[in-house]
C-alpha cells in the first residue's frame, strides 16, 4: 500500500524555522515527482516547491528565497525546510507524489488533490 506521512509541523515564533519531513513506504522517491503545498484556512491549495525523480528542483515564484526542497533517497524521505517564518506561513502542509512522467497541480480548491498520493497533512502555525 502507499502511503505517504508528513511531520515536522508545529507552533513557531516568526523569525523561526523548520524542517518537514515527508516520507513514504510502498514506492520509491527515485521512480517520483514529489511536491510540497500548503493551505491556509480560506484559502486554495497552494503548490510550494517540485523535486523531481532526477533531483532537479522548482519553487514557485512566491516560494523562492525562504523555502528549500531537498530528499535522502536511502530514507524515503523529502523535506521541506523553511527559514524565517512569517504569520501568513500559517497553514497545513502536505506532500503529494505522482509518477515520474506524472504532473503536479499548481492549486486546487483544497489539499489533497484529486490525484497523485497525498499525505495528511502538518500544521504548521507562526505567532509570537
Known amino acids: 500500500e502507499v502511503q505517504l506521512a508528513e511531520s515536522g509541523g508545529g507552533s513557531v515564533q516568526p523569525g523561526g524555522s523548520l524542517r518537514l519531513s515527508c516520507t513514504a513506504s510502498g514506492f520509491t522517491f527515485t521512480d517520483s515527482n514529489v511536491g510540497w503545498y500548503r493551505q491556509a484556512p480560506g484559502n486554495e491549495c497552494r503548490l510550494i516547491s517540485i523535486?523531481?525523480?532526477?533531483?532537479?528542483?522548482y519553487y514557485t515564484g512566491s516560494m523562492k528565497g525562504r523555502f528549500t526542497i531537498s530528499q535522502d533517497i536511502a530514507a524515503s524521505t523529502v523535506y521541506l525546510t523553511i527559514i524565517d517564518l512569517k504569520p501568513e506561513d500559517t497553514a497545513v502542509y502536505y506532500c503529494?507524489?505522482?509518477?515520474?512522467?506524472?504532473?503536479?497541480?499548481?492549486?486546487?480548491?483544497?489539499?489533497?488533490?484529486?490525484?497523485?498520493?497525498w499525505g495528511q497533512g502538518t500544521q504548521v502555525t507562526v505567532s509570537s
Open positions: 523535486i523531481s525523480s532526477n533531483g532537479g528542483t
Open positions: 503529494a507524489a505522482v509518477g515520474h512522467d506524472g504532473t503536479l497541480m499548481e492549486a486546487g480548491a483544497r489539499c489533497p488533490g484529486p490525484s497523485g498520493y
